[in-house]
């Protein structure tokens, strides 16, 4: 098994897409937060950096490849 997520900054975590709502409405990326696990069946609490969800970045990134002019052929 590997670790597993009982609280997100002090809330507790009931499933997978709790978490993620939680993420995606309380934080950005570049900020930092409080995971709560469970690891090998010992309480642990570990401060991770949010990064930027790649389906966003992708969407970022072709909006603004979108607004760039062509620079072919010049």
């Not at 900054?9 to 930092?32: H, K, M, Q, R």
């Not at 469970?38 to 990064?51: N, Q, S």
């Amino acid at each position: 098994g590997g670790d597993i997520i009982v609280a997100f900054n002090g809330a507790p975590v009931n499933s997978f897409d709790a978490l993620v709502a939680e993420l995606v409405t309380t934080t950005a990326p570049g900020d930092t937060a409080t995971l709560s696990i469970l690891r090998a069946g010992a309480p642990l609490d570990v401060e991770i950096t949010i990064g930027a969800r790649p389906a966003a970045a992708t969407a970022n990134q072709r909006q603004t490849e979108e607004r760039a002019p062509d620079q072919e052929g010049q």
